[in-house]
């Protein structure tokens, strides 16, 4: 038989072709040559004549199934050597590793080709201690040199250099602002190179957390949010103990924890900078050695403290953390007066006080951008017991809570008591931080849309109570109530009542005391007084636990009572969801819980609101609701405290058992 002549180019091709057969490419060509037999065009009722197609022809259709069962051969081929006898497969089905393992899409760089490409490591060398800080933002690098000494938050920008700001931007939404982008676009300098760019940016695992320094917490912290971390003081915590234990004392936290190293502490810089722009600077070692050491026992509480119960109170939403009785901690603080501090470094404390002095406002800044201001008046008054403090019951504070210096303002609202203090400066006019001019203040129930400028920041905190621990104990007998005009009556028999145990905090700000709590355990139809306890002078003779000017601290209350059946009769009946009975909690629910719901079902136990409210000594006292008080950012809720406790109606009754003894008595003697 005559070998067919063909042409060069298809001789070339079938030489290309032929050394490379595997038989599994072999099977499925000769499919793809069955498949051709079975096409369209062979199937046709007229199909063209062979005298129609040329040699040429023929080499045509030759090359073209050769080209679709090499190439659908190696589509489908398993990833083996061709020498490997695992290729020779007779079954051979396409396996996941050989399907869709589609490659990485390139990286078209079409961003301005003037400006250069830098690698990550380039701008890694330009951190804060550079003379030239760069940041990223998104795939775009900045040098912000001259940016930083315009830039609001100072130079904590610097932070960031070095790396991605988009971290620290994300902690506020200021920032992601169009205004704010055009002004980093002035600085742009160049672009992060494509060799280390994921989907057109820097990978995730090489943008620095602003948090991974944070300390570690007390795992018994209520956590309200982890980055940054707010955390509220457990409530058995609050009732055990007059001082908050450190480790226990509420986190209120805006932004990121700084760290300064132990051994450095006593050579941090404070900088005083009086209304004629000149500056004195103490380290932290002056402070310690040229002043008075001076302890002030205080309370700091959150503005928002108590804001979830303002929410649920009013049924009104409100912006911010939703706390519920915990944003609230004692201590004993260690530190230097701020009015001798001011007094060394040039200030006319007196004319402050007569109000003949230009300066109105003392600002303090911390390490980490925030900013807040206090009266000058309260600042340099001998009796305000304002604070440079650098100890916390007795030990350095906690990075937590300011280390290495922070600024206490007694019955002050917390948002004042500036943490890693690094700056002061006296002015004409209030802080021009958010935190001063926005953030706390308070607005009518039905404002919405406001001014800021027209209202003042919160400064001193008004009356506060909570119930902080609670426990319903045995059935007993209760002597009958007395009548509407205080008389007994001796004759009527004694009732079914379920004691009662409860404990909690009060407090007024601007260091007044606390003179009454008032407890009603049926919803406010009846009222009794809570014990005051003797915290300041626990032990006759013992030092006073409580150091300052005024009744900075909180005062703690107990109630021992009990709980008359007939309230619980007409109370209303408790719900629990149908798919969660572990709501039930035998009559103890957390203070500020609800533990009835809406909807769900009756668990044949009913309920009664128990009620606390204080007076403090000019009689000021706490609104019966959050109603009349709500504002949109649920500042300074401070509404009676209510908590819903349920219980059985009665008390079971006792059964005789063989021996004589009740079940009751029959149960503890078997233990």
Known sequence: MATPSHSRCAQRLFLHIRPRPLLAQQSLARCQIRNIHKSPLRLSKNPPSTQSLKPRHHVGILLAAGFASVAIGIYFAPKVSFDSHTSLIGNFKPSVETLDHKPEPEFIDTRDAALPRYRLSEVKQHDGKSERPWVIHEDKVYDITEWISAHPGGSVILRAAGGSIEPYWNIFAIHKNQYVYDILQQYLIGYIHPADLENGRPPQDTIEDPFSDDPIRHPDLITKTVKPRNAETPGDAMSAAFLTPNDLFYVRNHMWVPRIAEEESDNHVLSIELLDGSVKEYTLRDLKTKFPKREVTAVLQCSGNRRKHMTEGSGRATNGLQWTAGAISNACWEGVLLADVLKDAGFENDEAMSGTSEVKHVHFNGMEAYGASIPIRKAVDPQGDVLLAYGMNG???????????????????????????????????????????????????????????????????????????????????????????????????????RKLTLSGYAFSGGGRSIIRVDVSVDAGKNWTQAYLLPDCDPKPGSPSLCHGHGAWTWKRWMFKGAIPASVFQNGEPERVPDDDDSSLNHGNPPPGSSAA?????????????????????????????????WNFRGNLANAWHRVQVCSECAPEKKTKTAEGLTKEEDKKEKE
């Not at 600024?407 to 002050?412: D, E, L, R």
Request: charged letters at 25%; proline letters at 7%; glycine letters at 6%.
């Open 395 to 497: 030990q350095p504070l906690p990075r937590d809570h300011g280390y290495p210096l922070r600024s206490i303002v007694p019955g002050h609202v917390a948002a004042r008591s500036v943490k890693w203090l690094n700056q002061i400066t006296l002015s004409e006019d209030e802080s021009t931080s958010q935190w001063q001019r926005k953030d706390y203040k308070c607005f009518g129930p039905n404002q919405l849309k406001v001014d800021w400028e027209k209202a003042p920041a919160i400064q001193e905190l008004p009356i506060q109570s909570a119930i902080t621990a609670l426990k319903l104990g045995d059935w007993v007998k209760e002597p009958a109530a007395p009548g509407a005009d205080g008389s007994s009556n001796q004759d009527a028999a004694a009732a079914d009542a």
């Open 597 to 629: 719901a809406a909807t769900g079902k009756l668990t044949g136990r009913r309920c009664t609101t128990l009620l606390v409210k204080a007076t403090d000594e000019v009689y000021n006292c706490q609104p019966e609701s959050h109603a009349a008080t």
